[in-house]
């Protein structure tokens, strides 16, 4: 017989695999139906030919000894590590069974379904809730504070998300004709080249510097960018708002401002009443006038004028409103009241925060905030990216909303090389994130009312499809309002990443009826689930993604005996939960959620798997609010209330919140708390990328891990010294929820003030069983971050900026496995 | 085969972002086993005036490079340099290479074979 010839297959990465989130071309080495070898498609105009460590890793993953291959039942208690294989078909029906008697029983918002950072499966995740009725989808992160409350408030000013302009958008990239390098690039509190989150490809932004881009970056470690930017502004963790606040500061005292996208793009005309501190609305000045219409002062005609947000145009045309001033206006029961723009009370907050002040605050000297202010403002075009540290303090929207306004005042947005809108290629969304509504929804608003915090916190109520993560974790030891019965948990970390105070989410695993997990490998959170189902790599199924541009497949190139994807595993519950459901088969569905594409899955997979939305369509740019491509009626404006892009939130003040940016100091730093700060004196921070893992995987995958074998904190050696502590010994991070050990790194990319502790971290190569739990209370730092401490809106948690104390290991404490 | 070099590996460090891509690449290749392979990424924390430091990453070729001879036979990129997501490793004559230097600093030339 000849010998077997290897075959060369096109997919696109995602999850499970390298983690990420996913969009890479690769080329899949197959023989004998076996991955034999991975490469970068060097026809593929994201990553053109590289790819990722994780990804090269492939072979050690989808091969790995360890990895599940059958679905397995548990015998033993909950954390004994007792299991045993059964069929899909056992597995299927005992799910189905268990499931459909907790939601004969209690309802189905009883079941609450978990899902991790970024996965392929938010849309199959939805599709399965959705078809068994529950509403209650959780990202298990405090305060969901990754990316989704970023996008949220993003939204509520501007309608629509924004990135940083790479020409991803087009599949020339660079040699697009319009397309232009940004001058300068902000990146706060991000090391995206580690590991490609938000679905962009970090490296793009060192392609950008070989190009001319230069940095200013805002981080309190000296990262790789910050080493080579033109500015580092090295602020204290948690004081992020203040900085913002200051740049404004400059920007604006300075005139740098863009005039012309104030006055004919922002809601900055519009006037704030004085007596109420409330905008003034048409039902203020004409009785029976709309509550959703606001008015502005027209000098020539001397009076207030109704913006009409249905229009979103003023009443009267050829209104050239004033953008500052003060006046009396007139309302409808006869009472004068004072008005002023709100520019003007934009302006006046900023004024709080003179360059003296936020030094205070940041610790960034006054000069480097004002030059690098300067230098982003005069800068054409100018880009930020952002990582998560924005979504990682509980006052987020504040913060992420000043950002906004910092591209927006400067005339950067949706410019080539500036901040362009993110749209969901062709509008197709399988993966509704806040702002859109994805094709696979509910059956009915009333299966929503159950969802926790939904009534609470108004994003979620709004347009933030997710239960509220704190409220959940309670809700199951309280019972109240209605009791959770069981967790569905795919391809999520609760335990060992995403659960902060694991011990809280140990407990209410324990409580609960039933539990179910989806995932590669056996984890810590799999040892509390009922029965585990071994989901299949990126490489053993046909899927789509349309987050951001292009519109790509993935297609199936192999299958591991045993394992099925996640999507496969979902549609066919979701077929047994809903008698209505519709479909047949998975690319049924896929069809039917690439409708607005005009294409079919096959047709997409035809044209070489990938397809790019043509100018004039809303998912390719530029300045489409100018275009009227932004919003359903085709005006032109943004997807706000107001039509405009909102320097005072319209959402914010009806939800009773503030409506313009400004700085929180957050709930444990050494000036909140400085009684804290005797006992704990250093700055814990946590979440610094590592390229070798995403998140909690990859430590389990040789080649990673002997990139990065041990759980690492990185302390200033002057500070190491002054605990005694050496390069490379075992310590103690404390404070006073708990410790965690971790082996220090001496190195003066950290400030003396702060200690990162890598996170994520557990070991597979430990026994399963508790009391072990694979390690994972040696190293997990999230023991010492609190659940509950969310922002005002439900969003955002203090995940970045705790505080600690540093000591080194005794001898007998010291880790020799 | 001829015994002095003719091929090597230059390296623009300036914008080597430590991504490990190249080890993992080599692994994979050429079958290394965690923990052995053709090149190895090194960190490197400098100390400057004012208080200063800078971050700079190096990759360096092992004892084990063998600078992919089957696959630039093919007219092909080692694996490394195909991968580097920074793109900042360049394969080929050392000559040519060795002129390449001339167009920018914090560039080193590596002659493992
Ligand atoms: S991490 Fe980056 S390089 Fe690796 S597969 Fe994901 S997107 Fe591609
Ligand atoms: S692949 Fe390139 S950027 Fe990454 S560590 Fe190696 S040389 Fe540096």
Redesign the interface.
């Given at each position: 017989m000849k010998a077997s010839q290897t075959g060369i297959f096109k997919t696109t990465t995602w999850s499970p695999g390298p983690g990420c989130h996913g969009g890479c071309g690769v080329l899949a080495h197959i023989k004998d139906g076996k991955l034999v070898?991975?490469?970068?498609d060097?026809d593929h105009p994201m990553n053109q030919?590289?790819?990722?460590?994780r990804a090269?890793?492939m072979?050690q993953y989808i091969d790995h000894p360890d990895r599940l291959r059958s679905p397995v039942k548990r015998v033993g208690k909950r954390g004994e590590g007792k299991w045993e294989e059964i069929s899909w078909d056992e597995a299927l029906d005992l799910i189905e069974a268990k499931m459909k008697k907790i939601r004969e029983d209690y309802g189905p918002e009883s079941m609450v379904f978990n899902v991790g950072t970024g996965r392929d499966i938010y849309a199959w995740i939805s599709l399965l809730a959705y078809a068994y009725g529950s509403p209650n989808i959780m990202f298990g992160l405090t305060g969901q504070a990754c990316y989704g409350p970023r996008l949220a408030a993003v939204i509520t000013v501007q309608g629509d998300f924004a990135v940083f302009d790479a020409a991803q958008w087009f599949p020339e990239r660079f040699a697009h004709p319009g397309y232009k390098v940004p001058e300068c690039m902000i990146i706060w509190g991000y090391n995206i080249?580690?590991t490609c989150p938000d679905n962009l490809f970090?490296?793009w932004i060192?392609?950008l510097?070989?190009k001319g881009t230069k940095i200013i970056c805002i981080d309190p470690r000296?990262?790789?960018f910050?080493?080579?930017s033109k500015y580092h502004l090295r602020l204290r963790p948690g004081s992020d708002s203040a900085l913002v606040m200051g740049f404004l500061n400059v920007i604006i005292s300075e005139d740098l401002h863009d005039k012309q996208f104030l006055e004919n793009w922002t809601n900055g005309a519009h006037l704030v009443r004085k007596d109420t501190g409330k905008l003034l609305r048409e039902k203020d000045l004409v009785k029976d006038g709309a509550e959703g219409n606001f008015a502005a002062w027209d000098p020539n005609r001397g009076k207030a004028v109704v913006w009409d947000t249905t229009e979103v145009a003023f009443r009267d045309k050829e209104v050239k409103p004033a953008i500052s001033g003060e006046w009396e206006v007139g309302l409808h029961d006869g009472r004068k009241v004072l008005c002023r723009t709100v520019w003007d009370v934009f302006r006046e907050e900023v004024g709080r925060y003179p360059l003296s002040e936020v030094e205070k605050i940041t610790g960034v000297p006054a000069k480097d905030i004002h030059d690098a202010a300067v230098f982003y403002a005069k800068a054409k075009p100018a880009a930020i990216h952002w990582g998560v540290a924005v979504d990682m303090t509980p006052a987020l929207t504040p913060l992420v909303t000043g950002i906004t306004a910092l591209w927006g005042l400067t005339g950067n947005l949706d410019i080539p090389g500036g901040n362009v809108f993110a749209r969901f290629a062709f509008d197709v969304v399988p993966y509704a994130l806040p702002g859109t509504k994805g094709a696979i929804r509910l059956k009915s608003k009333e299966l929503d009312e159950p969802r926790i915090g939904s009534k609470k916190f108004m994003p979620l109520n709004k347009f933030y499809w997710r239960c509220q993560t704190d409220m959940t974790l309670d809700q199951i030891f309280t019972e109240d309002p209605y009791p959770i019965k069981g967790m569905w948990i795919q391809t999520a970390g609760i335990m060992q990443g995403l659960g902060m105070d694991p011990k809280k989410w140990k407990a209410a695993l324990e409580k609960l009826d039933f539990v179910v997990a989806v995932d590669v490998f056996h984890t810590p959170t799999t040892q509390y689930a009922d029965v585990v189902l071994p989901a299949g790599t990126f490489l053993e199924k046909d899927s789509f993604r349309s987050w951001w541009v292009p519109l790509q497949t993935i297609n199936k190139v192999m299958t591991v005996e045993g394992c099925r994807p996640d999507v496969e595993i979902n549609f066919e519950l979701a077929r047994r939960f809903d008698p209505d459901f519709k479909f047949d088969t998975v690319h049924d569905l896929y069809d039917d959620i690439l409708k607005p594409s005009g294409m079919t899955f096959e047709e997409l997979q035809a044209k070489g798997g990938r397809a790019y939305p043509p100018d004039g369509s809303s998912s390719c740019p530029y300045l489409r609010h100018e275009r009227g491509l932004l919003r359903a009626d085709k005006k032109p404006g943004f997807r706000t209330q107001t039509g405009r892009f909102e320097l005072y939130s319209t959402l914010r003040e009806e939800w009773d919140l503030e409506p313009i940016p400004h700085h929180e100091e957050p709930p444990f730093t050494p000036v909140s708390r400085p009684d804290l700060a005797k006992d704990y004196p250093l700055i814990l921070s946590t979440g610094r990328r590592s390229?070798?893992f995403f998140h909690t995987e990859h430590r389990n995958i040789?080649?990673?891990?002997?990139?990065d074998p041990d759980p690492t904190a990185e302390i200033h050696p002057l500070t190491a010294g002054r605990n005694g502590i050496g390069n490379g010994e075992w310590i103690w991070i404390e404070n006073w929820m708990g410790r965690a050990r971790y082996k220090a790194k001496l190195?003066?990319?950290v400030p003396e003030w702060m200690v990162m502790a890598a996170h994520g971290w557990w070991f597979p190569e430990k026994k399963a069983a508790e009391p072990s739990l694979y390690g994972m209370w040696e190293s997990n730092i999230n023991q010492l971050i609190p659940m509950n401490e969310q922002g005002k809106d439900g969003m955002g948690a203090p995940i970045k900026h705790s505080m600690c104390r540093v000591y080194k290991c005794k001898p007998e404490e010291v880790n020799h496995e | 085969m001829s015994k002095t070099p003719e091929f090597g590996l230059l390296i623009d460090y300036e914008y080597c972002t430590g991504c490990h891509t190249c080890q993992v690449a080599c692994a994979q290749e050429h079958g290394w086993p965690a923990g052995m392979g053709g090149i190895r990424v090194n960190e490197i924390v400098q100390k400057l005036p004012h208080d200063k430091y800078y971050l700079t990453y190096l990759p360096f070729p092992t004892e084990l490079c063998v600078l992919c001879k089957p696959r630039t036979r093919k007219g092909l990129d080692p694996a490394c340099v195909q991968h580097c997501m920074a793109r900042c490793m360049t394969f080929g004559p050392i000559e040519e290479l060795a002129r390449k230097m001339k167009e920018k600093p914090r560039m080193v030339l590596w002659v493992p074979k």
């Open positions: 070898k991975i490469e970068g060097p030919g590289r790819l990722c460590a090269l890793a072979t080249h580690a970090g490296h060192i392609d510097m070989k000296l990262s790789w910050a080493s080579r390229p070798a040789p080649w990673l891990r002997d990139i190195t003066p990319v | -």
